[in-house]
């Protein structure tokens, strides 16, 4: 079987990419799951080197986040990258060797609203990284999860703002038997909670269904669901306009996304699902 070589400095991964042909980068923060493979086997198909990055980002979290306890399993990671040429992972100190950086993207008003709104400078965080990473790696494509819709709408915004010349490809949500949107952080949860952690996906799918009736009914349908379940404590649901990120007005009809977070026991989660509302 092909092993990825790993490489942990900018410089080395500089020199192993020199000739290289086209590239494609695949970042992720490690403890990877099929929804992750999903990225690297679509990267596969549209440039000659695949590099998967690992790096759990310090500038990402809140002070009162899951940082110190996000998972990180290295060997186990680079088991499941057969498909990869080259995996990166770098630790902090190699990213930021100053310590704190003065230095950031800002996400701008979208940042501060949903993901951003709980996670106050988490945008900022992500798009300081992932600007770094392009800037590493020269990747001609990069690919994004849609299950972090706000994410990719913001990396995508900041590509076109920024002139950057790499172009991210959309990886749709990979999710478990049960409907569940794969995430490294469903681990953390425990049995109870993970039974009560399919009413996420159950009120995307109510939305569904009820989003030719219109906006009232969408929300009534999901919050119904989501009530349902005490072990969920809903922390947001809208539905945006997918061109802007921004909530749409009542009486909207057309193309639109249906966002979800939640709090089951001490573990946030979030997932969406796109709708046409009638
Ligand atoms: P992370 O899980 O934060 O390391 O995310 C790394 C990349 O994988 C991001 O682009 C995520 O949006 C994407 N991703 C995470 N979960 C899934 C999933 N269930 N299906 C597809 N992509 C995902």
Do not use: C
Request: charged share 25%; no cysteine; net charge negative.
């Amino acid at each position: 079987m092909h092993h990825p070589r790993i490489v942990t400095t900018i410089a080395e991964l500089r020199e192993a990419l020199a000739a290289s042909g086209s590239v494609g980068l695949v970042p992720t923060m490690g403890a990877l799951h099929d929804g992750h493979l999903a990225h690297v086997a679509r990267a596969r198909e549209l440039v000659d080197t695949v590099v998967v990055s690992i790096f759990v980002n310090p500038l990402q979290f809140g002070p009162n986040e899951d940082y110190l306890r996000y998972p990180r399993d290295l060997e186990a990671d680079a088991a499941k990258l057969a498909d990869a040429d080259l995996i990166f992972a770098p630790e902090p100190a190699e990213m930021y060797p100053n310590g704190a950086i003065e230095t950031r993207i800002t996400a701008g008003r979208v940042g501060d609203t949903f993901e951003g709104r709980s996670r106050p400078g988490h945008f900022d965080g992500v798009l300081t990284v992932v600007a770094k990473l392009l800037n590493i790696v020269g990747p001609r494509v990069v690919t994004f999860g849609e299950k972090d819709a706000q994410q990719a709408f913001l990396v995508e915004r900041m590509i076109r703002d920024l002139d950057i010349p790499t172009r991210v490809e959309l990886i749709p949500i990979v999710r478990e038997d049960d409907d569940l949107a794969m995430s490294s952080r469903n681990r953390y949860l425990s049995d109870r909670e993970r039974v009560a952690a399919r009413a996420l996906s159950r009120a995307l799918e109510a939305a569904e269904s009820s989003a030719d009736r219109g906006i009232d009914a969408v929300i009534a349908a999901s919050q119904s669901v989501v009530m349902g379940e005490p072990l969920v404590e809903l922390d947001y649901f809208a539905i945006v306009d997918p061109a802007t990120f921004q909530p749409v007005d009542d009486g909207y009809r057309g193309p639109a996304r249906a966002i979800i977070a939640a709090r089951v026991g001490s573990t946030r989660l979030i997932d969406n699902t796109r709708l046409r509302l009638g």
